[in-house]
T-cell receptor
Framework: GQQLNQSPQSMFIQEGEDVSMNCTSSSIFNTWLWYKQDPGEGPVLLIALYKAGELTSNGRLTAQFGITRKDSFLNISASIPSDVGIYFCAGLSTLGTYKYIFGTGTRLKVLA | GAVVSQHPSRVICKSGTSVKIECRSLDFQATTMFWYRQFPKQSLMLMATSNEGSKATYEQGVEKDKFLINHASLTLSTLTVTSAHPEDSSFYIC?????????FGSGTQLSVL
């Protein structure tokens, strides 16, 4: 199935550091979503973006909807140990059929 | 948003048996639900779109006779893995779209012996 390219694939960072990850696509999306998934659990929605150029924050998280509508970025500031997990981006495709396409994921590990 | 309840959270079964997974939308009337499959350390792959009162739409490569989907009401969709085999072992997650967001159940870990 179709997937979005997400980078980095994984990262180790020190507690307190800022984290950036991005998601790119060859297709245009009208909505971008960012999720965090803990082991053995379903993904939890972090941020939703609806307009090109939109910048939205949720606590220490900030995400942006790229101007080209083909990419999105997620930043985590001042990381803490509980930020550990897998982060997924997802784009809503409305071309043809209504479905969400997921990124390949970024595995984050925070060193205390 | 939508609160999504998925059961069971974990199931172990013998090869050749069938397993039913339930997905309930507790506070949102869901005409559509999505079923995903996730292998260890991989992303979510869409299996099928469940449509209330009509047939599900399956993604390419997903066997409709193997993964039976029923969406008989606005609050419940079920996925039945028929004649399960070890290669069907995976994490299955349902989700409900609401207001252009997607809300997930807690997932079902299926292990086929």
């Amino acid at each position: 199935g179709q997937q979005l390219n997400q980078s980095p694939q994984s990262m180790f960072i020190q507690e307190g550091e800022d984290v950036s990850m991005n998601c790119t696509s060859s297709s245009i999306f009208n909505t971008w979503l960012w999720y965090k998934q803990d082991p053995g659990e379903g993904p939890v929605l972090l941020i939703a973006l609806y307009k090109a150029g939109e910048l939205t924050s949720n606590g220490r998280l900030t995400a942006q909807f790229g101007i080209t509508r083909k990419d999105s970025f997620l930043n985590i500031s001042a990381s803490i140990p509980s930020d550990v997990g897998i982060y997924f981006c997802a784009g809503l495709s409305t071309l043809g059929t209504y479905k969400y396409i997921f990124g390949t994921g970024t595995r984050l590990k925070v060193l205390a | 948003g939508a609160v999504v309840s998925q059961h069971p959270s974990r199931v172990i079964c013998k090869s050749g048996t069938s397993v039913k997974i339930e997905c309930r939308s507790l506070d949102f009337q869901a005409t559509t639900m999505f079923w995903y499959r996730q292998f260890p350390k991989q992303s979510l792959m869409l299996m099928a779109t469940s449509n209330e009162g009509s047939k599900a739409t399956y993604e390419q490569g997903v066997e409709k006779d193997k993964f039976l989907i029923n969406h008989a009401s606005l609050t419940l969709s079920t996925l039945t893995v028929t004649s399960a085999h070890p290669e069907d072992s995976s994490f299955y997650i349902c989700s409900v779209p609401a207001n252009e967001k997607l809300f997930f159940g807690s997932g079902t870990q299926l292990s086929v012996l």
